[in-house]
């Protein structure tokens, strides 16, 4: 017998909606990724905006059923423009006990709990550690709870299919749950068809199966008079374009293709595997017909040496890595910028320090990117803010390392990197132009640290050029000849040169601008990858009358925007938002004199929540 | 690769403008020699050649060569010098280090260069103490040696890094004593010529630190008795009166005179070199009487740019991609009107 319940202290009625969050959870195989990735999917070619955000354990597979085995999908689809995943969650999809226990404090009261109710079994409850079942003891009166037999429907849909065993069965009750919400927010369970005919091509019955379950939970649903009609969100406005759904890992790693291509230049990468960064390898070691070099190292200090290596002989050199592997190319970062070659080393920052949370987000690592070097030893940080723009951001990087000839650290971070959203598409020629430094003949008296005189950048002379036979290293080099020169005062206008350097390149990024206001009561100030949620909270102030509020947002490091200063003076009060215990705002501090710079820091290893920063805005302002 | 014909040089082309700063009567001085007379041999355009080193005495090596060369930092050389080779696989690569900087500090990066087999070659320099940080013991050092770091005598096991390098699937591994320059060169021409990486270990005297630890072997009156020098091909037979050499006894390797005991030329074994199998190659290395020196292993095998090459001309040949927007809009795309 299939028991299907729902609680009825809730006014049911459907309604047209602007936005909506879904939190799709259970366990770590349970197919919550794809779930997730499916319904995002086909909102964004229905047309909504979406922000997606994927949270999972750092075990591969803990033990089933257990609180901390609980992997999680969220998305935030809208009408209206979406810019991050959404904290408070209007419907949680729970497969099983450990799942609702993890996730009930982020649904709204009064909202959606849809659970597979065959989950909620004596063991599982025990490994939940539920001392009663929630679904009878009352715990849950503030939701509307809607309980299906999702396993036992599955099973019930599968019976007369040949060739699948009960494991293959279980596997795919996902889909059953993906039906149910395709047709509570009126969306075609089309997409996924299309999408396994693709994936199982060569396995029809796996075509057939899930086909057949994902159908088997879109009707009964439409079925089931108990569960309200359809909501409606309505496509989104956004600008005309071709688009596709990307996922910051992926962006970034697009970004550096853009960007060889552009330059004419191939790609190196060299890499070593550590989450969350790892993404961008599995990217690029796809990209062999674009000739890209994907060198998967033996540590990650031979990541970046390998790169130095690839860059010293002529190409586009990139490392990627996250917190920890950072701290090991340190040396090596000190040598390319020694020598003065480009580089970029992506770091997708992850909770610190040492091995810390490696699968949630924080932007920690902005001290060790400044300065996690010996000596004096500047170099360009970049952040990019969104998944989207890792694109820009890591074409953005490459320009810089090649036509400054420095290397470049460009943040990103697991949120950013693990999420996904909208992206319009680019083509390579719209991309602004990228130069190199290369000197492919002997003119005159020729030295390898010989200089543009305006952006300071030596000229790039590769091995297998005729003539310009020479040796860098790490040691201190005379200014004229480049030669190992220990000359004290060599040093200092060495160090003075590196360092000036790296200050023109303000000249070659974009002044800081502001949102929603450029003078007034608070201005509220970001970097990297809490734009989204910092963002949106300032634009939901603005919408609620408090039109004194603006917001700068940070992308540029090192150096800081040229008219940092004058925009920030232009305000009352700042406050400087990070997820860590205040490294930007300290980088603010030391290079302006600027007073009573507030603070709100978050070190959870999550995101902003939207709420809490409405609610400390509005403290500082009224 | 380009077709001009390469310039002849002669070893002065080799040699940079810049003052040599070894200690004097170090045997660098011999390696730098036998290195810029080589290369006028190896048939590579001067611009084409590059020389990565990372830190110690041997890595200012560099320095001195009128090549492109890059002083790196402590160990990384292999791991550098790979990504200039896969960068551009037209270059000649060099790898100049220590037994301090690829044996300690750099031994991952050493034993992943070796199993990848990528086509450049690496001079170790052993003189089995930390010459530039004056006088630590090394990986390579002996039980008992007294050094700053071991007044009271050295407790850790030396590596053998002909053993290491053979047990990390090195194709190329060459020995030669410090004092033989005209072996050496003709060393590192064969190591240019090989296709894959090449390892010489330069038995190479410390004159401040360690002088006189391989005398014992490389001492001009007595190696022709210590040392057998092999040639692929060719039986293994030493001595100055070329009456000794070696026979398989058991699983070991033994020496014996020829004319004694019923011991005859045609019973001393032959050295392959070629073989792939390496067990006899590291009975070879290990053996200290007599010191096995000359090219211990040489066997031909496919490098990793070699196999990196042909998949990516396969990837491109089965894509439809030619340009990056090629891959921007394929997949799911959608538009918003």
């Given at each position: 017998?299939i028991?299907n319940k729902i ?13 909506v969050?879904i939190r799709f959870v259970g366990?770590?195989?349970?197919g919550m990724?794809?779930t997730g990735?499916q319904f995002?999917?086909t ?32 998305v ?14 209007d419907l949680l999809v729970a497969m ?16 959606t709990i849809i659970i597979d109710s065959d ?25 509307r709870v809607i309980e299906v037999s999702m396993s036992s429907l599955t099973?019930?849909a ?14 795919s009750k996902n889909m059953f749950a993906l039906g149910i919400v395709y047709w509570m927010y009126d969306r075609s369970p089309?997409?996924t ?17 899930n086909?057949r379950v994902l159908n088997a939970g879109y009707y009964y649903a439409e079925t089931l008079e108990l569960i309200p009609n359809a909501y ?391 | ?337």
């Amino acid at each position: 017998m299939i028991a299907n319940k729902i609680s009825n202290n809730i006014n049911l009625k459907s309604e047209a909606l602007d936005a909506v969050v879904i939190r799709f959870v259970g366990d770590s195989g349970d197919g919550m990724q794809l779930t997730g990735t499916q319904f995002s999917d086909t909102s964004a070619m229905f047309g909504n905006d979406v922000s997606t955000f994927p949270n999972y354990p750092s075990e591969i597979r803990a033990p089933q059923g257990s609180l901390y085995g609980v992997s999680g999908f969220q998305v935030h689809i809208g009408s209206v423009e979406i810019s991050t995943p959404g904290d408070d969650v209007d419907l949680l999809v729970a497969m099983n006990p450990a799942g609702l226990k993890t996730n009930l404090y982020s649904v709204k009261p009064g909202h959606t709990i849809i659970i597979d109710s065959d989950s909620f079994t004596k063991k599982n409850l025990e490994k939940a550690q539920y001392e009663t079942n929630p679904l009878r003891d009352g715990s849950l009166g503030n939701y509307r709870v809607i309980e299906v037999s999702m396993s036992s429907l599955t099973k019930e849909a599968l019976k007369d299919i040949e060739n699948l065993d009960n494991k293959t069965i279980i596997r795919s009750k996902n889909m059953f749950a993906l039906g149910i919400v395709y047709w509570m927010y009126d969306r075609s369970p089309e997409h996924t068809i299309d999408f396994f005919n693709k994936k199982f091509a060569s396995k029809p019955h796996l075509i057939e199966s899930n086909t057949r379950v994902l159908n088997a939970g879109y009707y009964y649903a439409e079925t089931l008079e108990l569960i309200p009609n359809a909501y409606t969100i309505s496509p989104a406005k956004m600008e005309s374009g071709t688009y596709r759904i990307i996922g910051g890992n992926t962006a970034t790693a697009w970004g550096f293709l853009a960007a060889a291509e552009k330059s004419g230049l191939e790609l190196f990468l060299g890499s070593y595997p550590i989450t969350p960064a790892t993404d961008i390898l599995h990217e690029l070691v796809k990209h062999k017909h674009f000739g890209v070099k994907a060198f998967q190292a033996e540590d990650e200090i031979a990541g970046v040496t390998s790169a130095i290596g690839a860059s010293f002989a002529g190409d586009l050199a990139i490392t990627t890595t996250s917190g920890p592997g950072l701290a090991l190319k340190g040396e090596a970062l000190g040598l390319a910028m020694m020598v003065e070659l480009p580089l970029v080393v992506v770091n997708v920052q992850r909770g610190g320090p040492s091995t810390g949370l490696p699968t949630k987000t924080e932007q920690s690592d902005l001290m060790q990117a400044m300065y996690g070097r010996n000596g004096e030893s500047p170099v360009i940080v970049l952040a990019a803010s969104t998944p989207s723009n890792c694109f820009n951001y890591a074409y953005q990087a490459a320009k810089l390392a090649l036509e400054h000839m420095t290397p470049v650290i460009l943040l990103t971070d697991g949120y950013i990197a693990n999420g996904s959203e909208p992206w319009k598409i680019k083509r390579v020629a719209e991309m602004p132009e990228i130069k190199n430094n290369k000197v492919t003949k002997v003119t005159g008296n020729w030295h390898p640290y010989d200089r543009d005189e305006d952006t300071l950048a030596r000229n790039w002379a590769v091995p297998g050029t005729f003539g310009l036979e020479h040796r860098i290293g790490g040691l201190e080099k005379d200014s004229v000849t480049g030669d190992v020169s220990h000359v004290p005062e060599n040093h200092e206008f060495m160090t003075k040169i590196r360092a000036e350097k790296i200050k023109r390149v303000q000249n070659y990024i974009p002044d800081l601008t502001t949102e929603f206001a450029e003078e007034g009561d608070l201005l509220v100030v970001g970097w990297g990858g809490t734009y989204g949620s910092l963002h949106s909270a300032v634009k939901q102030l603005n919408n609620e009358g408090y039109n004194k509020i603006g917001y700068a947002h940070f992308n540029y490091i090192n150096p800081l925007p040229k008219n940092t200063e004058s925009v920030l003076s232009k305000f009352k009060k700042i406050v400087v938002c990070e997820l860590n215990n205040g490294q930007f705002v300290n980088i603010l501090k030391m290079n302006f004199n600027i007073c009573g710079l507030l603070q709100y820091n978050k070190i959870q290893g999550l995101p902003f929540g939207n709420s809490e920063l409405i609610t400390e805005f509005k403290k500082i302002v009224d | 690769m380009e077709t001009t014909a390469v310039k002849k040089y002669t070893f002065k082309d080799f040699a940079s403008n810049q003052e040599v700063r070894w200690c004097p009567g170090c045997d660098d001085y011999v390696i730098l020699r036998a290195m810029q007379k080589a290369l006028p041999e190896m048939g590579v355009k001067k611009e084409d050649v590059v020389f990565i080193s990372g830190i110690g005495c041997s890595s200012r090596f560099p320095y001195y060569m009128d090549t492109y060369g890059m002083h790196s930092i402590h160990g990384r050389a292999p791991a550098i010098a790979s990504g200039v080779k896969l960068a551009n696989p037209d270059l000649s690569v060099w790898v100049i280090t220590g037994d301090g900087d690829s044996m300690a500090i750099g031994g991952n990066h050493f034993i992943h260069v070796l199993r990848r087999n990528i086509n450049l070659n690496i001079v170790l320099f052993n003189n089995e103490i930390y010459g530039l940080t004056k006088g630590q013991f090394s990986p390579t050092s002996l039980v008992g040696q007294k050094t700053k770091s071991s007044p009271y005598g050295n407790t850790q096991q030396p590596f053998q890094p002909g053993e290491l390098a053979i047990g990390a699937q090195a194709r190329f591994f060459a020995r030669i004593g410090g004092n033989t320059p005209k072996e050496m060169t003709q060393m590192f021409i064969d190591a240019e010529k090989f296709n894959g990486t090449s390892l010489i270990e330069v038995l190479q005297n410390c004159v401040i630190f360690n002088d006189g630890c391989y005398t014992q072997f490389t001492d001009k009156n007595i190696r022709e008795d210590k040392q057998l020098f092999v040639e692929d091909g060719k039986p293994m037979v030493f001595g100055k009166n070329r009456d000794k050499g070696l026979v398989l006894n058991g699983l070991k390797l033994e020496v014996v005179t020829i004319g004694e005991n019923g011991v005859e030329q045609e019973d001393i074994l032959v050295h392959n070199a070629k073989e792939q199998d390496p067990t006899m190659h590291q009975m070879l290395v290990r053996l200290k009487y007599p010191l096995v020196t000359g090219i211990i292993r040489r066997f031909d095998d496919i490098t990793l740019e070699e196999r990196e090459d042909a998949l990516t001309k396969q990837v491109k040949s089965n894509s439809k991609f030619t340009q990056t927007d090629d891959l921007f809009f394929s997949g799911e795309i959608y538009q918003v009107n």
